[in-house]
């Protein structure tokens, strides 16, 4: 729970509630061994039931994506740049 941001703890329930699935990506700090940092996770969670079918635990995996987001981010900006230069052309 500690990686899930507060304005989010609400979305386990309901995840659990429907069997499983992602919370999607947040935002959280992490420790780090020089300090804390902000990074983005892909966060999945998925129910823990007993042989009668209730609910007893969940089991979450947390992948650090921000190397991933980081690269979309960078090619999202070059992709602008490049229409911005291409429109300059253009207008000239």
Do not use: C, W, Y
């Not at 947040?26 to 969670?45: C, D, F, V």
Request: hydrophobic fraction near 35%; charge should be positive.
């Amino acid at each position: 729970m500690m990686l899930i941001p507060d304005d989010r703890k609400h979305e386990e329930e309901m995840i659990l509630a429907r069997r499983g699935g992602r919370a999607g990506r947040s935002l959280r700090n992490a420790p780090r061994h020089q300090g804390r940092r902000q990074i983005e996770i892909s966060l999945t969670i998925s129910p823990i039931r007993n042989d009668a079918g209730q609910l007893v635990g969940a089991s979450k995996v947390a992948r650090d994506i921000t190397p991933q987001k980081r690269a979309h981010r960078e090619l999202e900006e070059a992709d602008t740049r490049k229409n911005e230069f291409l429109a300059l052309l253009a207008h000239d």
